[in-house]
């Protein structure tokens, strides 16, 4: 069962509890570290500066440095203890356009569910944000710190991310020689633009490079040999208008071959 954290989204005098779960999994292929020699794995161990002895999850606790060597320690209790009713709350601070901010805000995106009660509340904020394509930006105490979170409408529910202080992004301004594409060149990659606009279908991409990595994986169990992967030809872009006339000609051949596909099975089921 996946794991719910409990709050309550607050604006004015609105006050909608809900629960947050978390929105992605980690479908990758994890590797061990071994060591060399005899393929034993590699441990990671915690242990005391002073004693040197090996510590459990339950032998530590939290330290604040204040001066070298000397350390305050504060339990998560205490650090609970402080937090008020509000900085336990999501708080709606204000509401912005949903295109104005930039990806590389969001960290990590939750689902966000009613809990009893909440249900028509959570409803009209949701399709109130949708109608104006708004998020609303909150604020909330997760951890130790505050959290920014903005609170993104869809069709058939809500998304929480946290988002990043803009403290924390690196400058994402460098420079470079900006060239000005001609009037035709800008035509023709908007054909190929268009050529290529399909609704986004998250179920029709896959990681298939893991799925290759999982192939490789069962040919090692099966002792088989690793067949190196044939030569790719790398495209090289020599003349821009001609590599754009050549991309669409090849996106409209891939349109042609499908719809006399399409054909072909329409009058197979006739």
Known sequence: MPVAH????SFGLVAIPVSLYTATQ????????????DQS??????????CGKELKSEDIIKGYEYDKDHYIVVSDDEIEKIKTEKEKSIQIMHFA???QISPVYYEKTYQAVPDKGGEKAFELLRSALMAEQKVAIGK?????KDTLMAIIPRENGVLISTMFYQDDIKDLQKSYEIPEPTEQELKMAQVLI??????FDPSQYKDEYQSKLKELIETKIAGKE???????QAGKVINLMDALKASIEKQNEGKEDKTAEERANQKKGA
């Open 97 to 99: 356009q949903l295109n």
């Open 41 to 50: 794995r590699v441990r990671y161990k915690k242990s005391c500066a002073h």
């Open 140 to 144: 909330t105490v997760m951890g130790t």
């Open 194 to 199: 268009n050529s290529m606009d399909t609704p």
């Open 226 to 232: 690793v067949v190196a992967a044939g030569p790719e």
């Open 26 to 37: 980690d479908n990758d292929i994890h590797f061990n570290q071994l060591h060399k020699e």
């Open 6 to 9: 409990h709050s309550v989204i």
